[in-house]
């Protein structure tokens, strides 16, 4: 019996005879090679690794620079907070690129949406000087924190130039590969874009709430999340969500060494966004 013995599968078919297409349903907006779960174990890793590094880095701080001071003073020195805070990050970056590229078999730059376009650099980073308006417009109809842990914490601008230095460069890097990189992308397959956009940012503003206990700079970050977000939903591209970001954080730190004489004097960064203009310098960091 030959193969047309079979019967075939019918189609529907308008009056003229011709077939009429099966409605299917949409594509997701985005469909990453990672699950909701790899996401999940990039979070609890950088808490990890974040907790560990730190540590260790006093307690290697404590034996080989400084035997005579304890633990908790040196907890205090922010150039150590970063160092540890650094290793933390190099540690879950490499694991986010042995995830993708080993387990799904993908480039991790094309998997994440990295989409670099070198043409549009300055236009991007206009747009992060622009979404500075969102403290300036926060500052005068939201009650924000008059007092921030931020004073005790540049008694030496030598700090305060290191952590501005992560902020504009691994900080917000690796906030990005996370948050639109990673969070992004399985949240819009499940949820579609409207609400991945809120879901992303939400969770980016929360994290930055121990530095302020303010609901009101909790919100503020927020907005600039979706600012973000919706960069990298127009753009399909995280190096332009990057970009972005770092035009935001340099505008607000260019800002805070101004006020202060660089760095040099911090009581005189008393108005909004000045005080707000250090929340990613602080992000992990164990003061």
């Given at each position: 019996m030959t193969s047309d013995s079979f019967p075939s599968t019918p189609y529907a078919t308008d009056p003229a005879g011709a077939p009429i297409s099966?409605?299917?349903?949409?594509?997701?907006?985005?469909?990453?090679?990672?699950?909701?779960?790899?996401?999940?174990l990039i979070a609890l890793l950088t808490l990890l690794t974040l907790v560990v590094a730190e540590s260790l880095t006093l307690v290697v701080a404590k034996v080989l620079v400084y035997p005579r001071v304890s633990l908790l003073d040196l907890a205090q020195k922010p150039a150590l907070g970063l160092l540890g805070e650094v290793v933390s990050y190099?540690?879950?970056a490499i694991y986010m690129v042995m995830l993708v590229e080993g387990k799904y078999h993908v480039r991790f730059l094309s998997a994440i949406g990295?989409?670099?376009?070198?043409?549009?650099?300055?236009k991007l980073l206009g747009l992060g000087v622009l979404t500075v308006a969102l403290d300036i417009v926060a500052s005068r109809v939201l009650p924000m924190p008059k007092t921030t842990p931020f004073d005790q914490l540049f008694e030496r601008p030598q700090d305060a130039y290191l952590l501005v230095?992560?902020?504009?460069?691994?900080?917000?890097?690796m906030e990005e590969l996370f948050f639109r990189g990673f969070l992004y992308p399985v949240l819009a397959r499940r949820t579609g874009v409207a609400f991945a956009v809120v879901l992303t940012a939400l969770p980016f503003g929360l994290i930055h709430y121990p530095q302020y206990k303010s609901?009101?700079?909790?919100?503020?970050?927020?907005?600039?999340?979706?600012?973000?977000?919706?960069?990298?939903?127009?753009?399909k591209s995280v190096a332009a969500s990057f970009l972005v970001h770092v035009g935001y954080n340099t505008t607000l730190m260019a800002i805070t060494a101004a006020a202060t004489d660089g760095?040099?004097?911090?009581?005189?960064?008393?108005?909004?966004?000045?005080r707000l203009s250090l929340a990613h310098l602080l992000l992990h960091l164990p003061f």
């Open positions: 099966t409605p299917t349903s949409p594509p997701p907006p985005e469909n990453p090679a990672f699950s909701g779960w790899d996401v999940l190099v540690v879950v990295w989409n670099w376009r070198s043409g549009a650099t300055l230095a992560f902020a504009l460069t691994l900080g917000p890097l609901w009101a700079a909790v919100l503020v970050i927020v907005l600039v999340g979706v600012v973000l977000t919706l960069v990298r939903v127009v753009t760095f040099r004097h911090m009581d005189k960064a008393v108005a909004v966004p000045i």
